[in-house]
């Protein structure tokens, strides 16, 4: 199997964390394992300033590992 292109895993990860988000068989607490950190890290910065990441790149991190953690676990 070819590996796939930076470009297309970056194009394509709103659509994959947004489908497991609305996903009826992804469990509350595994949705949570995303948009609590996201959102602590979105309103909290100023408070952590050990993490010297923007927002967005934060934002991009987690849900790349995310996005992969969920499909495997759920298999989508």
Do not use: C, G, Q
Not at 54 to 63: E, H, I, K, N
């Amino acid at each position: 199997m070819a590996r796939r292109s930076w470009t297309t895993l970056w194009r394509h990860l709103p659509s994959r964390v947004w489908r497991i988000l609305r996903s009826p068989r992804v469990s509350i607490k595994d949705k949570l394992l995303f948009i609590l950190p996201v959102a602590l890290y979105w309103v909290l910065p100023d408070f952590m300033p050990f993490m010297p990441i923007d927002d967005a790149a934060f934002t991009a991190l987690v849900a790349t590992w995310y996005a992969r953690a969920m499909e495997n676990k759920y298999t989508f």
